[in-house]
């Protein structure tokens, strides 16, 4: 997780984009296709990232895709650099201090699968010492194919992501990055939410990590970071 500052000044990135019904949305650079449901829009675009939001703001995360050159040099399969990022993502949570940072969930087995490429996921929550930035926690995956490696994250409040989860695994999941594979249909695009939401919300956790009894407590941690605020704002990018 990285924020940008330039001279003590955060960067907000601000893109319009209009409403449309679901669709699905094809990135010729980046060389993924992905079902978007009505309302979600790429308002972020480079040759190395694009950032999607609701823009009636009913989900509050923004999900990213990155995609970065794999080293040859260093990896020598494609699922090489899966497991070696997924690996150095946990330990730069885990070993975080401000923000400090909790993996809730990890699996990079080999049932986790972006399409028919190999994965690995995890689940994190942060907490910081500066009270106007708060709580948050976001959803990641990594997976690669040929001589790219890609990172997917759902980034929001704690709120947000514990309601919301399977919603955003499911959009994630649903990438196809192999072009062989097939993009996710509405009918089973529910269907994935309802799994992912079993496979990850079975708990509810406070910003440091530390289950919550009861769903009905939930929304008591509300108050941590919100991304956006009047319209499009957005805080964090990596």
């Known amino acids: 997780m990285m924020k940008v500052f330039c001279g003590g000044v955060l960067f ?34 480079t040759d190395s990232q694009c950032l999607f939001e609701d823009t009636t703001y ?27 990022h997924f690996l150095g993502y946990k330990l730069s949570v885990e070993y975080s201090v401000d923000p400090a940072g909790v993996v809730l969930y990890s699996n990079a087995d080999t049932t ?19 009270t106007a930035i708060g709580s948050w926690a976001e959803y990641v995956r990594f997976t690669a194919a040929g001589r790219y490696g890609y990172e997917l994250y759902a980034v929001s409040d704690t709120a947000d992501m514990s309601a919301h989860i399977g919603y955003y695994v499911a959009l994630l999941e649903g990438i196809v990055i192999d072009p062989n594979d097939r993009i996710m249909s509405p ?43 009047a319209g499009a704002l957005m805080l964090f990018v990596r």
Request: charged share 20%; aromatic share 16%; with cysteine.
């Open 187 to 229: 009918y089973e695009f529910r269907h994935a939410v309802s799994a992912a939401g079993k496979r990850l919300s079975s708990s509810w956790f406070d910003p440091r990590g530390r289950e919550i009894r009861g769903t009905g407590l939930s929304r008591n941690f509300a108050n941590g970071i919100y991304l956006r605020r």
């Open 12 to 45: 907000l990135l601000v893109c319009a984009a209009a409403p449309s019904a679901d669709t699905t949305f094809v990135d010729k650079q980046l060389d993924f296709r992905m079902y978007l449901p009505a309302n979600w829009v790429c308002y972020f675009q």
């Open 112 to 130: 986790v699968k972006q399409g028919s490429l190999q994965a690995a996921e995890a689940y994190s929550v942060f907490f910081s010492s500066d």
């Open 58 to 84: 009913s989900y509050p995360a923004v999900l990213s895709i990155s995609r970065y050159a794999l080293d040859s040099t260093l990896y020598k399969t494609a699922d090489e650099w899966t497991q070696a």
